[in-house]
């Protein structure tokens, strides 16, 4: 049987695999479609549902398609329960560095994220 971290990490692994090829079939493996997404980089609180995000995934050209090299880190997880985590990560997309906190839980369907809190770091040359 798997530990709660190896399915945590797995779930995190297939975050970044998601993202990093832009395949929507992994990316429906580990959101959970009453996801949101949440910034304020502009000052004021922005709130995106899951389909809108999937859209962009969708109409994005993947970093794996440019070969770009792999740039995705778990920088801290935070257990709440056996059931519950916060998890932030450290990723490129292109140019962009991103630190993002996800809620993740856990169902009969494995680790989900519910909410996810993202953060322009910087950009990159």
């Not at 899951?50 to 997880?77: N, T």
């Not at 906190?101 to 950009?123: F, P, T």
Request: glycine share 2%; net charge negative; hydrophobic share 45%.
């Amino acid at each position: 049987m798997m530990s709660r971290n190896t399915e945590l990490l797995s779930a995190i692994q297939i975050y970044f695999d998601a993202l990093y090829t832009c395949d929507l079939q992994l990316f429906d493996r580990v959101f959970h479609p009453a996801c949101s997404l949440f910034d304020a980089d502009e000052g004021a609180i922005v709130v995106d549902p899951i389909a809108a995000y999937r859209r962009v995934i969708a109409e994005r050209i993947s970093p794996s398609s440019r070969s770009q090299p792999r740039e995705d880190e778990i920088v801290l997880i935070h257990w709440l329960s056996d059931v519950s985590a916060t998890v932030k990560v450290r990723l490129r997309i292109h140019e962009n560095v991103f630190i993002d906190h996800l809620c993740l839980v856990k169902d009969k369907d494995g680790w989900r994220i519910v909410a996810k809190i993202w953060h322009l770091e910087r950009k990159t040359a």
